[in-house]
C-alpha cells in the first residue's frame, strides 16, 4: 500500500487507542502520510456518539465507554480484529460511504478466501453471514480525515454481545469466523487473515 504505514499494536486498551488516534488526526498536515492500525482491546463496551444508553446492561463488570465514532453499541474484546484506518480521506478523493464499503468489502473477499460467503447491509451498516454479524464497522471524519474502523470476530467469547443490542438491532446475532470455518492456532491464524485483509483493502 503506497504511503500507507501499517502498524499491528497487540493488545491495548481502547481508550488509549483512542486518544492516539484523536492525536494523530489532530498533529496532521497536508503531508502526513495515512496509517493503518491493527489492534485487540481487552473487554469493552463502546457507545457510538447518538447510542442509546439503555441498549447496554445497567449492571456489568465490562467496561463502557462512549467515544466519538457512528454507530450504535459494540463490544471488543480478545480475540477480535480492530482495524483502525486513519486516512486523509479528502486527499484521496473518497467519500464516507464508499470509506464504508471499502472496509465492508475488503472483509467479505477476506473470508471468502476462507470459504466463508458473507454480506454487507445497506441498512445497518457491517458484514453479515446468513444473518448473524461477523464484522462491526464505524467512522469518525474530523478535517477531512477519518479513524476508528472496522472490528472482525475471529475467535473470542462471544457471550457479552448477548447482553447488549448488538448496533441497537433486536433481530441481529453476533458469529464468528472459527464458528464459520477451521481455524489451526489462533495466534498464526490473525496473522494470516491480517494479511489477508491488508492485501484486500490494498487492491
Known sequence: MNEIRVRDLGRRPLAAVWADMQGFTDRRDEGTGDEIWFVEHPPVYTLG??????????????????????????????????????????????????LVETLETAVIDTVASYGVQARARRDAPGVYVGGRKLAAVG?????????????????MDLAPFKRIRPCGLDDVEVTQLSDLCDIAGPARFRADFEQRLLDRLAA
Not at 457512528?70 to 486513519?86: D, M, R, S
Open 49 to 98: 456518539l447518538n447510542a442509546d444508553t439503555g441498549h447496554v446492561p445497567e449492571n456489568t463488570d465490562i467496561e463502557v465507554v462512549r467515544i466519538d465514532r457512528g454507530g450504535q453499541v459494540t463490544y471488543h474484546g480478545p480475540g477480535q480484529l480492530v482495524c483502525y484506518v486513519l486516512l486523509n480521506i479528502k486527499r484521496l478523493g473518497l467519500g464516507v460511504r464508499t
Open 139 to 155: 467512522l469518525r471524519i474530523r478535517r477531512g480525515c477519518s479513524y476508528h474502523g472496522i472490528a472482525v470476530n475471529l475467535e
